[in-house]
């Protein structure tokens, strides 16, 4: 055979080479639905600048949470940072060979966060797109201020990727919404009403602080401080704020003329300006200290018109850059989001850091979402779960409306279903699979093929969330929302920690084994569900017991306080 020209030789070598990927490693691909909000334009230039966190893969997380699971059980202690980053931060050998390949690059202001599992990076387009194997686009968002350099694929480098769990944020396409309504003002100007609220009543057109303290036993505890570190963080998202002559209003109306005093001081955080009063951040702050007051509250207002990204993420890992001693101890969200919009490695990322501030002893409540199994729209099959609560870490709150019994909110009074739903990005977590495994047993084939069987369920337990009054531009008006649920569970979790920190004890922390191992600390909620797909009747019927529509049912502080020892 006669040997190959040097020509042949060097065509040969090419179509090896060329054949070859230009990148090997792990490939992230974005969320399978991209609001369509967003949209895209030109290339981005490649001498712009962008920025870019790395999040290193936990050492041991699933260590972390047996060892969670043996303080749930015990109700003793909660984890310090040290003992926490013994299972999440990378070891310096890891932390080194991700620097070095960043450094290869020309990437500069590598900065770690507090906790030393992010590496915040500055690069430009031309060295993120060649390390990455991505290819980023100027992208606008209606509902957002500003262009955005963004890409729908990127690669973790094979050099890197055993270290890196995701990039974040240049492939998130986030959305978030409130997840409440206001209507009013009311038939009576504020001056007026004053004269006629019968707070200790509860009636279904007009849902006090008094009724809710009454209905849920909170009242039974009366704290005496108003001192000391903040033990409710309210979180405000998108812009919402509100006004502290609108709380002074409420608390005059429905506590006392003294709790008029009271104060909600206001942290922001990258770059939030708390000059938009609006109702979600309105109801959030009002209906907290109508229940908890005269202990402290802190608005969190974290981010800007022009802030993307996974903003619980986000959210997480600002408390994360605190001390623990300077983190609220109960974290309310009245805000979500929808699963289908994140990947797996996002979500797991942000659930991680939740992770993390659980495990310190803060308990993390969130909104159900308010359009039953639908998420964000208004048909399916197939079921659609919000986000953040498919978390295992966070206590997912559902709504009710009525009283003797509560029952599960719906259009007819309260305008809305109760979220609930089966994630499709977590799976079923051991505290819960017991009652998951009945419920879905008594469900038969109802449904069948809309749900992920395997997947996380929520919401957790319940809450009043229909027609709660606050006072919102000088007028009373009515709220319904899982948002004002949340926030009533919030307020009756600080109360429970109060009362364990008087007593020595540690704080509730993850509540979620704890509440599942205790069902009978609440009330069962038997009739209604969450439906909201359309014209059909699908959706998660209520039943006796646990069910994926009211969870355990609604809380019992006098009950909880017989949990805790206290």
């Known amino acids: 055979m006669a040997p190959l020209s040097r020509l042949a030789l060097l065509c040969l070598f090419s ?17 399978s639905a991209i609001p369509s909000t967003w949209k895209k334009g030109n290339p981005a230039p ?35 940072e040290e003992e926490i980053a013994s299972y999440i931060v990378p070891s310096d050998a890891n932390k080194a060979v991700v620097e070095a390949a960043l450094k290869g690059i020309g990437a500069t202001g590598l900065t770690y ?4 599992d992010t590496l915040s990076v500055t690069s430009n387009i031309d060295q993120a797109s060649k390390f990455f194997n991505a290819q980023f686009y100027e992208y606008t968002n209606t509902e957002v201020v500003g262009t955005f350099y963004k890409t729908t694929e990127f690669t973790v480098p094979a050099s890197i990727e055993a270290q890196i769990a995701d990039i974040s944020s240049f492939a998130t396409f986030a959305s978030v919404q409130h997840f409440s309504s206001i209507s009013g003002p009311t038939d009576k100007r504020r001056g007026e009403l004053e004269k006629r609220v ?3 009543g509860c009636t279904t057109s007009a849902v006090t602080p008094d009724c809710v303290r009454s209905l849920y036993g909170y009242d039974t ?33 429905f506590r006392s003329d003294d709790a008029a005093e009271y104060t909600v001081p206001v942290v922001t955080i990258a770059g939030a300006v708390n000059s938009d009063p609006l109702g979600e951040a309105t109801l959030d702050t009002e209906i907290a200290a109508g229940i908890i007051y005269p202990l402290p509250s802190t608005f969190y207002d974290y981010g800007t018109a022009g802030t993307t990204g996974d903003l619980f993420l986000l959210s997480f890992q600002y408390f994360l850059s605190l001390a623990p001693s300077a983190r609220p101890t109960v974290l309310s969200i009245s805000y979500g989001s929808v699963e289908t919009i994140f990947t797996t490695s996002q979500a797991q990322s942000m659930c991680t850091a939740a992770q993390q ?3 310190a002893g803060m308990t993390i409540v969130v909104s159900s979402g308010d359009n039953g199994v639908s998420g964000f729209g208004t048909t399916c099959p197939s079921f659609t779960p919000t986000y953040p609560s498919g978390c295992p870490y ?14 599960m909110a719906n259009a007819s009074l309260a305008g809305f279903y109760s979220g609930a739903g089966f994630s499709t990005l977590f799976p079923t977590p051991s505290y819960q699979t017991s009652v998951v495994a009945t419920y879905e047993s008594e469900l038969g084939s109802t449904d069948s093929g809309f749900y992920n069987k395997a997947g996380r369920a929520f919401p957790d337990i319940s809450a009043q969330g229909s027609h709660q009054q606050v006072v919102y531009e000088d007028a009373v008006r009515f709220v319904d929302g899982t948002s004002a649920s949340a926030v009533v569970v919030a307020g009756g979790l600080t109360l429970l920690n109060d009362i364990l920190i008087t007593a020595g004890k540690a704080t509730i922390g993850w509540a979620n084994p704890t509440f599942y191992a205790n069902p009978d600390a609440f009330t069962d909620v038997t009739s209604g569900g969450s439906f909201f797909c359309g014209t059909t009747s699908d959706g998660l019927p209520a039943k006796t017991g646990w069910d994926a529509s009211a969870g355990l049912g609604t809380p019992s502080l006098v009950k909880l306080r017989s949990v805790y020892g206290a």
């Open 113 to 116: 966060s507090r906790n030393g």
């Open 15 to 31: 179509v090896v080479v060329n054949a070859a990927p230009a990148s090997t490693g792990r490939v992230h691909p974005a969320a």
């Open 221 to 253: 505890y009366t704290p005496t401080t108003s001192t000391g570190t903040p033990r409710l963080g309210i979180m405000g998202l998108i812009g919402q704020g509100f006004l502290e002559s609108d709380i002074a209003a409420f608390l005059s109306i």
């Open 357 to 359: 501030l659980t495990a």
């Open 394 to 407: 966070i206590l997912s709150v559902g709504a009710t409306q009525d009283f003797s019994p509560e029952v």
């Open 198 to 200: 019968t707070p200790s």
């Open 46 to 80: 490649v001498s712009a600048s962008i920025s870019f966190d790395l999040i290193f893969a936990p050492k041991d997380a699933p260590g972390l949470e047996a060892r969670m699971l043996e303080i749930a059980g015990s109700k003793s202690a909660w984890l310090t």
